[in-house]
């Protein structure tokens, strides 16, 4: 039943956060759950692919990616901050390839409170 619970107010949350980036048109994507270290990939997946989905339909390229993870309060860390620069591109497989890259690059362990990935210096997609 718990597990039931959960579940139904992450689609929740995932759906208002959907509506509002929607509604705004925002390209900056916000996750702010405690993940455990078996749902981190799938959680930076889907923010990826939700994101890369934003640039091609506004047919633009980013050639910036800037991430910011906070840890969880239990952690007492400052948050984690990084940018990065790429190819153009609005491909979610490149785009995740670079960000899981350099989140293991960066990351160092322990309890996630949320993350931003953010597409910064965008162009336009040529035809």
Do not use: W
Not at 2 to 16: F, P, S, Y
Not at 58 to 66: D, G, N, P, V, Y
């Amino acid at each position: 039943m718990h597990d039931v619970e959960e579940i139904e107010k992450e689609n929740r949350l995932q759906t208002a956060i959907d509506v509002v980036r929607e509604q705004f048109g925002f390209l900056a994507i916000q996750k702010g759950t405690v993940l455990t270290e078996g749902s981190r990939n799938i959680e930076l997946h889907g923010i990826v692919e939700t994101a890369t989905s934003k640039l091609r339909q506004r047919k633009l390229k980013t050639t910036e990616i800037s991430i910011r993870l906070v840890h969880a309060k239990s952690e007492n860390r400052l948050p984690l901050e990084f940018t990065f620069s790429i190819k153009p591109t609005s491909s979610s497989v490149i785009i995740y390839t670079e960000v899981i890259n350099r989140f293991k690059e960066c990351y160092t362990g322990g309890g996630i409170q949320g993350f931003t990935i953010q597409f910064d210096k965008n162009t336009l997609a040529s035809a």
